[in-house]
Nanobody, 115 residues
Framework: QVQLVESGGGLVQPGGSLRLSCAAS????????MSWYRQAPGKERELVAF????????NYADSVKGRFIISRDNAKNTVYLQMNSLKPEDTAVYYC????????WGQGTQVTVSS
């Protein structure tokens, strides 16, 4: 079975940093695009970043470009999201998604940016 487990969320002050991790299992991790989404209260889920399998190309939402970095460690079946210079508007539940079959989601991890 495909499983995605996010970790690393929490409460952070504006300007601070967090690193999210998503541990994947149940599929050949290195063959697939991995992505991070987020959903703030009352808002639709939005794509934050993705990273491809072949070539390791990355892309980011304009709102996070220059602040967030997506990376993957295929040996560990893990995708990361390094979040720097965090803003209150980054507050959301962050979800890992694997572009496999119908698409698979992790359970989400809460990130709260507040003073």
């Amino acid at each position: 079975q495909v499983q995605l487990v996010e970790s690393g969320g929490g409460l952070v002050q504006p300007g601070g940093s967090l690193r999210l991790s998503c541990a994947a299992s149940g599929f050949t991790f290195s063959n697939y695009i991995m992505s991070w989404y987020r959903q703030a209260p009352g808002k639709e889920r939005e794509l934050v970043a993705f990273i491809t399998s072949v070539g390791g190309r990355t892309n980011y939402a304009d709102s996070v470009k220059g602040r967030f970095i997506i990376s993957r460690d295929n040996a560990k079946n893990t995708v990361y999201l390094q979040m720097n210079s965090l803003k209150p508007e980054d507050t959301a539940v962050y979800y890992c998604k694997a572009v496999v079959g119908p698409g698979y989601w992790g359970q989400g991890t809460q990130v709260t940016v507040s003073s």
